[in-house]
């Protein structure tokens, strides 16, 4: 079945260190991969996405890799920042629909 | 920046009453979800259109669950009679192509 799901559901990382939040996903079929952040009281803000069909893709200060062999996706946020506190979805879609992961809260340690 | 907007923001209600929530979504985008988030159960899609029209609303309760998109500028989710297991925040969001965008949320309490 699909599933979409995060390794670790906490992350606390010093301010300035480099994070990365890991996800397993077991649809296949899956065309694009996304990666939301989400603050405490707001909706799902769109970071990044990665076609299927690539393994990298780069943002400003976010990287995002796709192993498909082993179906695992992960976000890095380099020179992690205050703001960059909050809870972080991965999410696959199928035709747009998103179907989304457990969610990593992510705590910047000042 | 173009926004995805819902009202009412928060809402209490009792039990049995029926609620709407409505959603603007982005001018030009042609897709509309409507998704539930719970503690317990994550991100859920309710339902989306495509050009206002259905095309899944499989994640409905469909008893008491009803979306509509009167026009491109309206999208409204009611929950009739409303239970307190309904109590969630029910996001919209809207997309084009790729990328979509979520509104704000409307918070939802039924006591």
């Known amino acids: 079945g699909e599933s979409v799901g995060l390794h670790l559901p906490t992350l606390s990382v010093q301010e300035g260190d480099n994070s990365i939040i890991n996800c397993a996903y077991s649809n296949s079929a899956s065309d694009y991969f996304i990666w939301y952040k989400q603050e405490s009281g707001k909706g799902p803000q769109f970071i990044i996405d990665?076609?299927?069909?690539?393994d990298k893709r780069q943002g400003q200060r976010v990287t995002v890799l796709l192993n498909k062999t082993v179906k695992h996706l992960s976000l890095q946020i380099a020179a992690t920042q205050p703001g960059d506190s909050a809870v972080y979805f991965c999410a696959e879609t199928n035709d747009y629909k998103l179907s989304f992961g457990a969610g990593t809260t992510v705590t910047v340690r000042a | 920046d173009a926004r995805v907007t819902q009202t009412p923001r928060h809402k209490v209600t009792e039990m049995g009453q029926e609620v709407t929530m409505r959603c603007q979504p982005i001018?030009?985008?042609?897709?509309v979800f409507w998704y539930r988030q719970t503690m317990m159960q994550g991100l859920e899609l309710l339902a989306y259109?495509?050009?206002?029209?259905?095309?899944?609303d499989s994640g409905m309760p469909k008893d008491r669950f009803s979306a509509e998109m009167p026009d491109a500028t309206l999208a409204t989710l009611k929950i009739q009679p409303s239970e307190p297991r309904d109590s969630a925040v029910y996001f919209c969001a809207s997309g084009l192509h790729r990328g979509t965008l979520f509104g704000p949320g409307t918070r939802l309490l039924v006591l």
């Open positions: 259109f495509r050009n206002r029209a259905p095309l899944d």
């Open positions: 001018l030009g985008h042609n897709t």
């Open positions: 990665i076609r299927s069909n690539m």
